[in-house]
């Protein structure tokens, strides 16, 4: 992949509601996350949805959000995914994505 264009990186937080806990949702997040380069944390939340923070190059970040929005993992049920504090960054904060308890 090489070094990342860092006037193409960005971070944003998610949360993605519905049927997604239970179905290693923040695992499939953790492992598409990693193989596309893109750093952050994914947990499961007390209100039974599922939180995160993305960065990484925008195609990445963009193709996580889809996935995020309308696939997941087999066998949720995505209601709907929102997103926040969506921005440009200079350079990433994390060093891997990690899944958060």
């Given at each position: 992949?090489?070094?990342?264009?860092?006037?193409?990186?960005?971070?944003?937080?998610?949360?993605?509601?519905?049927?997604?806990?239970?179905?290693?949702?923040?695992?499939?997040?953790?492992?598409?996350?990693?193989?596309?380069?893109?750093?952050?944390?994914?947990?499961?939340?007390?209100?039974g949805t599922i939180v995160g923070k993305m960065q990484g190059p925008k195609e990445e970040v963009d193709k996580m959000i889809d996935w995020l929005s309308t696939k997941g993992s087999p066998g949720c049920q995505i209601e709907k995914c929102d997103l926040r504090n969506m921005g440009t960054l200079n350079r990433l904060d994390y060093k891997t994505f990690d899944i958060r308890f």
């Open positions: 992949m090489g070094i990342p264009d860092i006037r193409h990186l960005i971070s944003v937080e998610f949360e993605v509601f519905g049927h997604v806990q239970g179905c290693y949702f923040t695992k499939y997040t953790r492992d598409l996350c990693k193989k596309a380069g893109i750093t952050g944390w994914v947990k499961n939340s007390k209100q």
